[in-house]
C-alpha cells in the first residue's frame, strides 16, 4: 500500500521564525501533491499543489514546497511564522482515483 | 454556492444501530469521498465516487456502505455500528479532472458507545 510519511509531529515556534515540514511518499509512479491545512474547529483547506512542471510550488499565505523526485519528498516551506498560522498540516498524495494523507503536523506558533 | 455539506454534525450512536451520514455538493463535482480521520491516523479514503452509480473502497472501506445515485449526494451508511467507528468523517468532492483539488465538508463527529 501507498504510504505517505509525515516526520514532525508536533511542531512549536515564535513568531517570525521558519519552517519546514517534511513529507515523504512511497508511491514510486506519477502522483499529484498537495499540502492541506487545518484551522482549529475549521475543514482542511488548500495550501498548494503540485501536479507536473516548476518543482517549487507557492500556495496561499506565503507558503510554498519543493518536490525532489529522486528523495519521494514534497517539504513544506514558510520563511515567517504568524501566531495564524496555528493549524494541523497534513500533505497528501493522489494516485490515480486514490488520495494518501499523512498523519499530520500539529504547529504551535507562540507570539 | 454551498459547497461541500455534511449532516448531523454530530452523533451519538450505540453498538449495533445503523446510521447514514449526509455528504451534498453543489458544484456539479463528478468525484467524491468519504474519509475518517483520527489521531495520529491522519484522513483515511473510505470509499470513492467517479460519478453518478460508480463507487469503489478506499484504504479503509470494511463495515461501511457507499452509492452514488445522483451527481449531488454521495451518502454514507454505518449498518452496524462499533466503537471502531467512533472518528470525524469527512466528505470531499471535485472536478474528475485530472488536476483539481478536493474541496472538504465541515465534518461529522461520530462516537459510538
Known amino acids: 500500500a501507498q504510504s505517505v510519511s509525515q516526520h514532525n509531529h508536533h511542531v512549536i515556534l515564535s513568531e517570525a521564525a521558519s519552517l519546514e515540514l517534511g513529507c515523504n511518499y512511497s508511491?514510486?509512479?506519477?502522483?499529484?501533491l498537495f499540502w492541506y491545512v487545518q484551522y482549529p474547529g475549521q475543514h482542511l483547506q488548500l495550501l498548494l499543489k503540485y501536479f507536473s512542471g516548476d518543482p517549487l510550488v507557492k500556495g496561499i499565505k506565503g507558503f510554498e514546497a519543493e518536490f525532489i523526485k529522486s528523495k519521494f519528498s514534497f517539504n513544506l516551506r514558510k520563511p515567517s511564522v504568524q501566531w495564524s498560522d496555528t493549524a494541523e498540516y497534513f500533505c497528501?498524495?493522489?494516485?490515480?482515483?486514490?488520495?494518501?494523507f499523512g498523519t499530520g503536523t500539529s504547529l504551535t506558533v507562540i507570539p | 454556492n454551498a459547497g461541500v455539506t455534511q449532516t448531523p454534525k454530530f452523533q451519538v450512536l450505540k453498538t449495533g444501530q445503523s446510521m447514514t451520514l449526509q455528504c451534498a455538493q453543489d458544484?456539479?463535482?463528478?468525484?467524491m469521498s468519504w474519509y475518517r480521520q483520527d489521531p495520529g491516523m491522519g484522513l483515511r479514503l473510505i470509499h470513492y465516487s467517479v460519478g453518478a452509480g460508480i463507487t469503489d473502497q478506499g484504504e479503509v472501506p470494511n463495515g461501511y456502505n457507499v452509492s452514488r445515485s445522483t451527481t449531488e449526494d454521495f451518502p454514507l451508511r454505518l449498518l452496524s455500528a462499533a466503537p471502531s467507528q467512533t472518528s470525524v468523517y469527512f466528505c470531499?468532492?471535485?472536478?474528475?479532472?485530472?488536476?483539481?483539488?478536493?474541496?472538504f465538508g465541515p465534518g461529522t463527529r461520530l462516537l459510538v458507545l
Open positions: 497528501a498524495v493522489r494516485t490515480g482515483n486514490q488520495f494518501y
Open positions: 470531499a468532492s471535485s472536478a474528475y479532472e485530472y488536476q483539481e483539488t478536493q474541496y
Open positions: 508511491y514510486g509512479g506519477t502522483v499529484n
Open positions: 458544484m456539479n463535482h463528478e468525484y
